[in-house]
């Protein structure tokens, strides 16, 4: 079986935290660039001033421009590839945590079987077992309180019938009976609202 590297049809999953990630990265790279600068180039700038003869000081100044010429360009290459590594990086955080977000969106539409399943390159691994005991858990009570709905919903009738069957009815019992029925209809209602997973 052959791997392919470049599967994601996406490399930007969340790009303000990916981008953001990748600029602070540069930034930080370019601004220890220029304290190492710093660090190359003054001692030269002091060599120069102290220098009294002007082959030293042309020297001196050849070897000052030749590594401007060197170091800057490749401090810039390595900002840009180490910014590119941050964004692809950041897709292994930024992927987990928007498939989390989406998980949880479903959750709260009530699709208790969807399941979270992360690449293994991924970030946050310990996140897809807890997510999905969540679903697992979540679609258990569910499945059992509409059971209970049912089995109250059967004893209601059962009640309903039995109390009928009497000769003088009491309007009170038919008003709680029409108000467990009503209550029973809307869970029922909610019940079947409920998108399947």
Do not use: C
């Amino acid at each position: 079986m052959t791997r392919r590297w470049f599967r994601r049809r996406n490399f930007l999953i969340h790009p303000a935290y990916q981008l953001t990630s990748a600029l602070t990265v540069i930034v930080y790279i370019l601004a220890y660039s220029m304290l190492l600068g710093f660090l190359i180039f003054f001692p030269l700038e002091w060599e120069f001033s102290a220098a009294v003869d002007f082959r030293e000081q042309l020297e001196i100044a050849q070897q000052v421009l030749r590594l401007h010429a060197r170091v800057w360009p490749s401090i810039l290459i390595i900002a840009l590839l180490v910014g590119v590594h941050a964004v692809l990086g950041a897709h292994r955080t930024a992927g987990p945590l928007f498939r989390l977000q989406e998980m949880l969106r479903g959750y709260a539409r009530g699709q208790f079987g969807l399941r979270m399943r992360l690449r293994r390159s991924d970030r946050f691994r310990e996140l897809e077992s807890s997510v999905n005991e969540l679903g697992a858990s979540l679609e258990e009570r569910w499945t059992r309180l509409e059971g209970r709905r049912e089995g109250v919903a059967k004893a209601a009738e059962a009640l309903r019938r039995h109390l009928q069957g009497r000769a003088a009815a009491d309007p009170q019992t038919d008003r709680l009976l029409a108000q467990v029925r009503d209550e029973l209809e809307a869970l029922r209602r909610e019940g079947e609202a409920r998108p399947a997973a």
